[in-house]
């Protein structure tokens, strides 16, 4: 038998790596089955993180290649209403930090389909998207938002400087962790900069993932998970400097880290040493420190296949709400199967039919639920908690229930909003 290739540190290339949490094999979580591909064979990869030990930054190995996932890409960020308006408060903040004027070039690297960008084009700037998706990008088009169709890579990032100048700010929301070549993407980042210009990235932040039990935020997408430790390092890798960073609420606790160009980048602020005395008070700076992560995940896992097996036994109903990429390695991990979740719905056209990888269970549209008024709906995009509570609503009518399984079990009245 052949050896396996030891595995190496993407961002110090250091051999020393050791085990966060093994959520053992699954399919590709945005890889969602036809009908047809149901009786044919579907490949799995290992879902097993790694902590640096050289410089912490935790990370999956490349199993998949980012052209088989993101040429035709499932996820498109304009389904969710509160996601769009993230991003059009975003736009207005950022206008007034980076001194944005109609003659201010923004450029976003994944841009998807213009969720963000749409509102810097109707405020008057100009946009470019970076995108590598060929369905979602032509969205953003439709939509009025210049599009280019590339992976981003140093070489990518002086095209777009040299057709459409140097950018007074960057954006790189939520794709910080989904490239496998950190470095050449964060000297893309670099190269479409102006000298003087703003990088924002918005990632989501290790810290909350441990405190809060995130484990279905790993998935074969996101090759990497961030402290604001490792993103200092990251950054300077591409000759950027962490200015400023914010704790925003998305995605169950993200970082927005502001960034400059190293050769005019003033001293940090405040919020970044006060950050980084946050995870070093919870031991992320530290290998020793991100022990203990997977058995708390083995007791998520349980409470929840207890609560579905209770469930049948009791003849009661359960179906899911969304189908995103997170729900799919909670499904695979748990190993939850139509016999426990009938079916699961989702807002987006494009998965209707279709089925979740891996643990192959059909997806519908929303409106399915109110046909069947089952007993209990498990909320899959638990993120987007206030607003799934409030689309759901009228599951309180025939007396059903919803369940959020992280970070902890919950079983609540429909309009229940979070704490």
Known sequence: MTAAPALSCRLCGSTELESFVDLGATPPCELFLTAEAL?????????????????????????????????????YSSFSTSW????????????????????????????????LLQHVVADGMRAVGVEPSVNVGQAARDKGVPTVTAFLSPETGAAVRAEHGPAALVVANNVYAHIPDVVGFTKGLRAMVADDGWVSIEVQHLLTLVALRQFDTIYHEHFQYYTVGTAIRALASGGLDLVDVELVPTHGGSI??????????????PAVAQVL?????????????????AREVSRIRNDLMRFLIDAADAGKTVVGYGAPGKGNTLLNYCGIRP???????DRNPYKHGRYTPGTRIPI??????????????????WNL???ITAQLAPVADWGGKLVFPIPTLEVVEPGSTSA
């Open 39 to 75: 009786e044919a064979p579907e490949p799995t990869f290992p879902l097993h993180p790694r902590v640096c030990r050289n410089c912490l930054l935790v990370q999956l190995p490349p199993l998949i290649d980012p052209d088989e996932t993101f040429t035709e890409y499932a996820y």
């Open 84 to 115: 769009v308006e993230h991003a059009r408060r975003f736009v207005t903040a950022a206008t007034a930090r980076a001194g944005l004027t109609s003659d201010s070039l923004v450029v976003e690297a994944a841009s998807n389909d213009g969720y």
């Open 256 to 269: 927005r880290l502001w960034a400059r160009p190293s050769e005019l980048a003033e001293p940090a602020s």
């Open 277 to 293: 005395a946050e995870e070093a008070k919870a031991g992320l700076d530290t290998v020793e420190g991100h022990a203990g992560f």
């Open 339 to 345: 016999d426990l979740l009938g079916y699961t719905v």
């Open 364 to 381: 519908h549209p929303p409106e399915r639920i109110d046909a069947d008024r089952p007993d209990y709906v498990l909320v899959l995009p």
């Open 385 to 387: 908690r206030d607003e």
